[in-house]
């Protein structure tokens, strides 16, 4: 079945810990993106990929990184997490074939102790 | 720039009440027009969109049309019920050099009271 995937759903870590966010999607989208949102709230885009070996950073100044070594998966690192970092992070792809509709994954709620 | 404003929340709302949520973009282009629900917990999901002006996009009993002359999306439905409890996004992507991106306005929260 075509979906898009997190893991994991929940997150609790003490600070200075390295974490890593995965995100991969059955659906054969070139686009994918993060986005960083307090739960029901605005959504800022921290960063994103048009395909393989491309990722940009979004509109949100993030200190994480992202990698784009498949189509399929598109994780997101924190090398040294902090309090500040708290939050949910949503994972979505796109197609232009689609007119850009996003298809989004479940999210990542993140605590930094 | 491209941008999306849509009507502050939260909004409380009887059950079978009409809810309407106001949107209204600034775009440079022609582009697509959406709205994404978020059930709590949970991440978006598409509700309706609308590719070009006139088009009326409706799912769920949810529906909105893309008014090119207003710059309006405007989300609305008959008779809520309190399973439409959510956050809802209106959203414009457009194409730009080197590709589309997507804006989302900040959210309009649901209350729906039996």
């Known amino acids: 079945e075509a979906d898009i995937y997190q893991t994991p759903r929940y997150l609790v870590i003490g600070t200075g810990k390295k974490i890593t966010l995965e995100c991969s999607q059955t659906m054969g989208h070139d686009k994918m993106y993060w986005y960083q949102q307090d739960p029901g709230m605005e959504l800022h885009l921290i960063h994103y990929?048009?395909?393989?070996?491309?990722?940009e950073k979004g509109d949100l100044s993030s200190e994480s990184t992202v990698s784009r070594i498949r189509t399929e998966h598109f994780p997101l690192t924190l090398e040294s997490a902090r309090p500040s970092h708290t939050s949910q992070y949503l994972c979505?792809?796109?197609?232009?074939?689609?007119?850009?509709?996003?298809?989004f994954g479940p999210g990542t709620r993140l605590t930094v102790l | 720039g491209n941008s999306v404003t849509q009507m502050e929340g939260p909004v409380t709302l009887s059950e079978e009440a009409f809810l309407t949520i106001n949107c209204t973009y600034t775009?440079?282009?022609?582009?697509?027009l959406f709205w994404y629900v978020q059930y709590p917990g949970e991440g978006l999901q598409l509700l309706l969109k609308?590719?070009?002006?006139?088009d009326k996009g409706s799912n769920k009993g949810f529906e909105a049309t893309y008014r090119k002359e207003t710059t309006s999306f405007h989300l609305e439905k008959g008779s809520v019920q309190v399973s439409d409890s959510a956050v809802y996004f209106c959203a414009l992507s457009d194409r730009l050099a080197g590709g589309f991106k997507t804006i989302f306005g900040a959210g309009t929260r649901l209350f729906v009271k039996a």
């Open positions: 775009a440079t282009g022609y582009p697509s």
């Open positions: 990929s048009y395909g393989v070996n491309s990722t």
């Open positions: 979505a792809s796109s197609d232009t074939g689609t007119g850009n509709e996003q298809f």
């Open positions: 609308a590719t070009k002006a006139d």
